[in-house]
């Protein structure tokens, strides 16, 4: 079955860095997209960045541009979102999300909270 689990969120200052890992397993990586959602306090989930299968391309929210970046490594099974110059506002809880055949999937999520 699949499965997505997220690691790496934790406390950190604003302007701190973090890098989030998510292991992926139950599908055929290498063959989809992947994303990056959030879910601030009170807030609804969003897209945060995706990335193609072969990394051929990315996209990003506005409010991250500049600032995080998806990477993936279909050998490992495995996406990143680095995440640098983090601002308050960035203080949620990070998913990684996979679409696969007309599924959605969600890992369990984890928790960056950016706090002096």
């Known amino acids: 079955q699949v499965q997505l689990v997220e690691s790496g969120g934790g406390l950190v200052q604003p302007g701190g860095s973090l890098r989030l890992t998510c292991a992926a397993s139950?599908?055929?990586?290498?063959?989809?997209?992947m994303s990056w959602f959030r879910q601030g306090p009170g807030k609804e989930r969003e897209l945060v960045a995706r990335?193609?299968?072969?990394?051929?391309?990315?996209n990003y929210a506005d409010s991250v541009k500049g600032r995080f970046t998806i990477s993936r490594d279909n050998a490992k099974n495995t996406v990143y979102l680095q995440m640098n110059s983090l601002k308050l506002e960035d203080t949620a809880v990070y998913y990684c999300?996979?679409?696969?055949?007309?599924?959605?999937?969600w890992g369990q999520g984890t928790q960056v909270t950016v706090s002096s």
């Open positions: 999300y996979v679409r696969s055949l007309g599924v959605d999937y």
């Open positions: 139950g599908f055929i990586f290498r063959g989809y997209t």
């Open positions: 990335i193609a299968p072969t990394s051929s391309s990315t």
